[in-house]
């Protein structure tokens, strides 16, 4: 499926692959692609999860289909590419989705909290990239998209997610470096940063909701399917001159943060 680049695909026949498949996020963009003719391959580290939600999108496992996969692990994330690959052809698009965000505070925070931070969120989105591009690489494919997922975090900071925060600032430097890089397999990569997207009744208390909102000029939290949309959008031919880019989801947290803080000036 070599296309020129610029060259409009009908999504009929493409594959894209959404890590961190199972639930919340990544599952709605599996979702969102489907249902627009895209076959999806979903991979989780939570086999259940995974394995019934691709059940949910297709039982036949042909057009939606689970794959257990830890993204931190370079020797699964190979096996599990390969098994793509076996069963759909080369991708065309990739989505870095899995992503953690626990909270520890920097003094106490452990070493290993620390690595599973990082191994998931930026490690994780290398290997996967790095998958898919060798794959298109070896077919001697052209064209091709990535979507990132960074996080408004990565620009904003907050008390007890500094290893998260580093991650997906990373993850934005890591975006554009990849625009130039496969920039000659014409492969597009942007990230997405979303702000507060509620995917959990549980996510955050009553309290946090309610200063957070008064951060956001669209005065609302966010939602999967804003997410989706964005996704979907940067994987399409309508942003086929859209590369190196990140899209803050955030309903203008990033862009009027500093100004709510301030207070008005009279
Ligand atoms: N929800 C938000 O408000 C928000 C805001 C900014 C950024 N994000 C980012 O969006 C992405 C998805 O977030 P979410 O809210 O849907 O998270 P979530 O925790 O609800 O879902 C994440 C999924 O990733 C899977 N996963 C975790 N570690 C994995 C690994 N090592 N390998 C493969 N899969 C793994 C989980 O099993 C889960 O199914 C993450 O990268 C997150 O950092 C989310």
């Given amino acids: 499926m070599s296309r020129p680049i610029g060259e409009a695909a009908s999504a009929a026949a493409r594959t894209a692959i959404v890590t961190g498949g199972a639930r919340s996020l990544g599952l709605e963009i599996a979702r969102e ?5 895209w076959q999806v391959a979903m991979t989780d580290v939570d086999a259940d999860a995974v394995t019934s ?4 999108l297709d039982p036949s496992g042909k057009s939606a289909k689970a794959y257990i996969h830890d993204v931190s692990d370079a020797d699964q994330t190979e096996a599990v590419f390969e098994a793509i690959l076996s069963d759909f052809g080369i991708p065309d698009a990739l989505v870095n989705n899995a992503g953690i965000y626990p909270d520890h505070a920097l003094l106490d925070m452990e070493v290993r909290d620390w690595d599973r931070v990082i ?3 930026l490690r994780g989105t290398f290997l996967c990239t790095r998958a898919f591009g060798r794959a298109r ?5 052209v064209g091709g998209a990535i979507v990132n997922f ?9 008390v007890g997610v500094s ?8 993850i934005v430097m890591f975006t554009k470096s990849c625009a130039q890089e ?6 597009r990569v942007n990230a997405v940063a979303p702000g507060l997207i509620l995917v959990r009744d549980d996510q955050i208390t009553p309290e946090y909701r309610d200063n957070y909102l008064q951060m956001i000029p669209r005065a609302r939290t966010g939602t999967a399917s804003d997410v989706a949309g964005v996704v979907r959008f ?3 031919s309508d942003a086929d001159y859209v590369n190196g880019e990140c899209i803050a989801i955030d309903g203008g947290f990033l862009a009027g943060r500093a100004l709510v803080r301030a207070g008005t000036r009279s």
């Fill in 33 to 37: 692609l489907h249902a627009e003719g």
């Fill in 53 to 56: 939600a691709a059940a949910d």
């Fill in 119 to 121: 191994g998931t969120n």
């Fill in 137 to 141: 690489r070896e077919a001697g494919l």
């Fill in 150 to 158: 960074a996080s408004t975090a990565g620009y904003s900071a907050r």
């Fill in 163 to 170: 290893h998260y925060s580093a991650s997906k600032a990373g």
């Fill in 182 to 187: 496969l920039a000659p397999l014409g492969i």
């Fill in 234 to 236: 940067l994987l399409g």
